[in-house]
């Protein structure tokens, strides 16, 4: 059964960048690794997805080695209304239909 | 606007009363989901469907069922719930079973419910 690991929590202040990376040992071979942005009392939403290298969007960058079996997330210059939980999502290898949520990272931005 | 709808937001019930989460999607997607969130635990699959009529277990089954008699309806069942499933519970969809690029989840915004 696949599982991903992060960290519980981290803290950082406004402006710096954060890396938060997830360990996936047992990704299914043609899956691809999405992260989540979570607030409370709401959904999760997409941030970005990526198979292997490193993907760019206008939020966040994910950096993927070349084994796959884990990958970082990096928010740039981060804000107050980055606070939230974030999750790296990847399929099963015997089920890669059945989607595996991490228990996910609480990031917490001070001023 | 494209939205995964979940009802009802909040629900209070008692032990062993049935009920029902309605959850629908106007993005003619194929993939749905419920997960459960509890404090400290994070996201857990209890069951997904990949297409009408064809669903699968996820990690937490147990006491729940679903059905997909639609593409765009997928209810989450409880026949005799219990305190143990007081959770916030969250139905999501994707727009295929294949798991390959741009195939993210869309999620509703959520039922809390409390089983007394």
């Known amino acids: 059964l696949a599982k991903t690991t992060q960290p519980i929590s981290m803290d950082s202040y406004e402006g710096q960048e954060v890396n938060i990376t997830c360990s996936h040992n047992n990704i299914a071979t043609n899956d691809y690794i999405t992260w989540y942005q979570q607030f409370p009392s709401q959904g999760p939403r997409f941030i970005i997805q990526?198979?292997?290298t490193k993907v760019t969007n206008e939020v966040a960058s994910l950096f993927i080695p070349a084994d796959r079996k884990s990958s970082t997330l990096s928010l740039p210059r981060v804000s107050l209304s980055d606070t939230a939980v974030y999750y790296c999502l990847v399929g099963d290898v015997g089920q890669p239909d059945k989607l595996i949520f991490g228990t996910g990272t609480r990031l917490q931005v001070f001023p | 606007e494209a939205q995964v709808t979940q009802n009802p937001r909040y629900l209070i019930t008692v032990t062993g009363k049935k009920l029902t989460v309605t959850c629908s999607q106007n993005m003619n997607h194929e993939y749905m989901s419920w997960y459960r969130q509890d404090p400290g635990l994070g996201l857990r699959q209890i069951y997904y469907?990949?297409?009408?009529?064809?669903?699968d277990k996820g990690d937490v089954p147990e006491g729940y069922k679903v059905s997909r008699k639609e593409k765009r309806n997928f209810p989450l069942i409880l026949e005799s719930p219990s305190p143990n499933q007081t959770s916030l519970y969250f139905c999501?969809?994707?727009?295929?079973?294949?798991?390959?690029?741009?195939?993210?989840?869309?999620f509703g915004s959520g039922t809390q419910l409390s089983v007394l």
């Open positions: 999501a969809s994707s727009r295929t079973q294949n798991r390959g690029a741009n195939e993210k989840l869309f």
């Open positions: 990526g198979y292997k």
């Open positions: 469907s990949m297409n009408v009529e064809v669903t």
